[in-house]
Each structure stands twice: as structure tokens, then as C-alpha cells.
């Protein structure tokens, strides 16, 4: 074996007794041979690198049971920080998050819809600086920063190339916000850093195959198919906001008619209630829907049918074990939940039925930050 491949064995043993550690802990010494096939003698020795390098802790518990006690591991949160950034049209949220995936310190952040891109770039840099001042977290241990932002996303390069919410076209976000910053930025669309939190923390973790749902502003999925996130050949598997539902339907801003996002994103929504009432906002529809005005019920009650018709498509076409809707739709108005499910129960496919659980995201509005921040840890971190 030549030694850049004893070198790269090396280092990828490293990097699975770490995840060992890390997904399995408190755990002994003697467990991580056994789950590797290693010798002990090396998981010995690798171990004491990961203390050395602050990733592993030895704890106070030691294992039950008979014969000698074995001294148990853990992983240290505080070795390193990633931070987490979702950018929507309204609104920033920022967070820090440890090496363990606990979330220190969280911020959100108003934003206008008219602000221009460099002012976006300044609010981020200013308040994440703040808050790693604020917190007193050593620089030297952050390893970088994820953002996750609606649209279409060039995640390789680091381009925005499309995102309608935001009014950004070709943007350079990564390389402009780590000229600013200073660390390493990653970024890719929102729901596809959600549904990362989902799969390492959340409704997903027990999962190889899971779709995630978010309706809201927009409506769009993301997907993880054998653990790894289903991307397509430019990164925009699950856009499901643009398929067509109604060849006769609503214009959509694509320039298409009839498109899904036409029917059930806020916008769609609010558009659809004007025709009947001034109103201002989807919070005044879902009032009136609970003040039992029939003209909120009958637009909700549309709302829940295209849902349940995009959840049916989706397990058609990939056949995951969990759905997880999540977004402002389901947080602001859950009422929707029931009848999505009673709607499913209509248009799913009999053999599809019995296997797919539909979840709720537990994570409220933290979910893209969250998985934002797991992401950059698991792109950047490259263990010596």
C-alpha cells in the first residue's frame, strides 16, 4: 500500500470512530472495536489523537455490568462553532452552533423587502460579529458559516442564481459575505439545509429515504434518498413549486400557468381572498377562516387538496419512509394539518399507504439555521 493511501485510510478511520463517538455516545472503547472491526490497540490510538485535538472527552459514567468497568467517551461541544444563517424575504436568523449540534446563542434579524444585496451582506456580517463577540467565543474555533436562502442555487460555486423572494439574480453570496466575514461560507437552498437538521436531529434520523415539505412564501421539497441529499443535475430536485397542476390555472411569476405555487403559497393565498375581501395579510385569512367565514374555509379547504395532491405525487415518485411538512403555513395555520392527512387518506396509492408516516417539523422557525450550521460542519471539518 503506498503511503498516501495508508494516509487517506487513516484519516477516514479517524473520521468514522469520531462519528461512532459522536452518534453513539457514551460509549467505551471496547464497543467502538467491536462496531469497526478495528483492534483495540488502534481504536486506542485514535482515541488518544482525538483527545489531543480537544474532539474527545473521557466522562465520569462507566458501563454496568460484570468484570472490569470501561471508562466511557463523549465528544466535546465546545471544540469547534459553526454558524447558521437563513436569509428570507422578511426576515435574517442567525445561530451558532456548537460542535455537538446544540444551538449557543440565536438571533433574528428584520429584513425589507426592498433592501438592496450589500445591505443584507452588511446586516449579517455586523450581527453575526456581535453575537461571537458577545458570546465570547474564541474565533480561532469556528470553522465557517452555511446559509440557506430560497431559490435556485449554484451550492458548488457558491452562486444564487434565482431567487424570486429575494429579487437576486447571479449573486456571488459566498465568496462577497467571506470577503466580509472571513470564514468559509457554504450556501445552498433553504429547504435542502432544513432538511439536514431533519435527518441528523430530527423526524428523519431513523430514516434512509425522507422527503421534506415546506409551504409557505413559496412551496417547495427537499429530499434525501440513501442518506445522501437528492440534488438532480443542477441542484433543484424538489421544486415542486413549478409543477404544473392546471393547464387552465393561475399565471405564476415563471411565466407558466397553473403552477402549483399558484394555488397554495402565501401570496397565492392572499391574492385568492382579495377577490372576496380587503384584506392585508395570510394571518387575516387564517382569522377568518377561525371566525368560520366561508369564504376563508372554502380557500383553505382548496389549499388542502393541492397539499395532499403534491404529497401524493412526491411518494409516487420516490417512496420515502417519512414526509415532514414544515414552513409558515403549517406553524401559523396548524387546523391544516387534519385535513391534509384526511386528504391524503383519499388520493394516496393503497400499496404507498401503509409504509410513509406524514411528520410535522418539531423544529419551528430553527430548522434551516440548524441544519445550515450541521452542513458547514460536515463540508469543512477535515480532521488531520
Not at 159 to 168: A, F, G, H, P, T
Not at 352 to 360: A, D, F, P, S
Request: with cysteine; aromatic share 6%.
Amino acid at each position: 500500500m503506498e503511503k498516501q493511501d495508508q494516509l487517506l485510510m487513516k484519516k477516514q478511520n479517524k473520521n468514522l470512530v469520531l462519528e461512532i463517538i459522536k452518534s453513539h455516545s457514551p460509549i467505551s472503547r471496547m464497543e467502538i472495536a467491536k462496531i469497526t472491526g478495528m483492534s483495540p490497540t488502534t481504536i486506542t490510538r485514535i482515541v488518544s489523537e482525538l483527545q489531543l485535538q480537544g474532539f474527545v472527552r473521557e466522562t465520569e459514567l462507566v458501563t454496568s455490568g460484570v468484570g472490569r468497568k470501561a471508562v466511557l467517551l463523549d465528544v466535546c461541544g465546545d471544540v469547534l462553532y459553526t454558524i447558521g444563517v437563513e436569509i428570507d424575504k422578511s426576515v435574517i436568523k442567525i445561530g451558532i452552533v456548537n460542535y455537538t449540534g446544540k444551538m449557543v446563542v440565536w438571533e433574528n434579524v428584520s429584513r425589507v423587502q426592498s433592501e438592496k444585496y450589500e445591505e443584507t451582506l452588511e446586516k449579517v456580517t455586523n450581527h453575526t460579529n456581535n453575537l461571537i463577540r458577545l458570546n465570547k467565543i474564541p474565533s480561532q474555533k469556528i470553522l465557517g458559516m452555511a446559509v440557506g436562502l430560497p431559490g435556485l442555487i449554484d451550492y458548488q460555486n457558491g452562486i444564487v442564481k434565482v431567487s424570486d423572494q429575494l429579487k437576486w439574480n447571479n449573486a456571488s453570496l459566498a465568496d462577497d459575505l467571506k470577503k466580509r466575514i472571513g470564514y468559509e461560507v457554504i450556501i445552498d437552498n433553504e429547504l435542502k439545509m432544513e432538511i439536514v437538521a431533519e435527518y441528523f436531529f430530527g423526524m428523519a434520523k431513523d430514516s434512509q429515504n425522507a422527503v421534506l415539505v415546506g409551504i409557505g412564501s413559496g412551496i417547495g421539497s427537499a429530499i434525501i434518498l440513501n442518506g445522501e441529499i437528492y440534488r438532480g443535475e443542477s441542484n433543484n430536485a424538489g421544486e415542486i413549486g413549478h409543477t404544473v397542476i392546471d393547464p387552465t390555472g393561475n399565471v405564476c411569476s415563471c411565466g407558466k400557468v397553473g403552477c402549483l405555487a399558484t394555488y397554495i403559497s402565501e401570496g397565492a393565498i392572499v391574492l385568492s381572498a382579495r377577490n372576496v375581501k380587503d384584506i392585508q395579510t395570510v394571518d387575516d385569512v387564517f382569522q377568518a377562516y377561525r371566525d368560520g367565514e366561508s369564504w376563508a374555509i372554502n380557500i383553505m379547504d382548496r389549499v388542502s387538496t393541492y397539499m395532499a395532491l403534491a404529497i401524493s405525487n412526491i411518494l409516487c415518485l420516490y417512496n420515502p419512509e417519512v414526509i415532514i411538512l414544515s414552513g409558515n403555513t403549517i406553524r401559523k395555520f396548524p387546523e391544516i394539518k387534519e385535513a391534509i392527512e384526511r386528504k391524503c387518506d383519499l388520493y394516496i396509492w393503497e400499496p404507498l399507504k401503509e409504509k410513509v408516516k406524514i411528520l410535522y417539523s418539531n423544529f419551528r422557525d430553527q430548522g434551516v439555521v440548524l441544519g445550515a450550521a450541521i452542513q458547514a460542519q460536515n463540508t469543512l471539518l477535515d480532521l488531520e
